[in-house]
């Protein structure tokens, strides 16, 4: 199987945002328990850093902390093809359109977010960190 996993669910485990922490870190665990393929965009790599450099108010914690994630999860290029595609879609927020232009291009069974309204319209399903622990 292979995920994507949006930005928001890698920043409530790294930033341990409450109340979507454990479920979040449990889904991803068991994820990689199971052997899944776990991706992340290339271009939410540089959302993810911003987010920890300004929680952490520390570019090397946040490269390190961005280095551990590259251990688990594989960065998923993305490519002009995916951009063009993203400005195509009818989904509101373009960030999460390129997501699922990349998920739809690497072949992925699931994006893994918890904003599963934001997107509406996604060519690959959706499910929340929740409904992938029932899986």
Do not use: W
Request: proline fraction near 2%; aromatic fraction near 8%; glycine fraction near 2%.
């Amino acid at each position: 199987m292979r995920i994507i996993v949006d930005t928001n669910v890698i920043l409530d485990i790294f930033l341990k945002r409450e109340p979507f922490f454990a479920d979040s870190y449990q889904a991803l665990r068991k994820a990689i328990e199971v052997d899944t393929e776990c991706l992340i965009s290339a271009s939410a790599a540089t959302d993810v850093f911003y987010m920890l450099r300004k929680s952490f108010k520390s570019a090397a914690k946040a490269k390190e902390t961005l280095d551990q994630l590259s251990q688990i999860i594989t960065f998923a290029d993305v490519l002009s093809v995916d951009i063009h595609t993203a400005l195509m879609r009818a989904m509101p927020d373009f960030e999460d359109a390129v997501v699922d232009a990349v998920a739809e291009r690497n072949g992925v069974d699931y994006i893994m977010t918890r904003n599963i309204r934001d997107f509406a319209g996604s060519v690959a399903q959706v499910i929340t960190p929740t409904e992938f622990l029932k899986k």
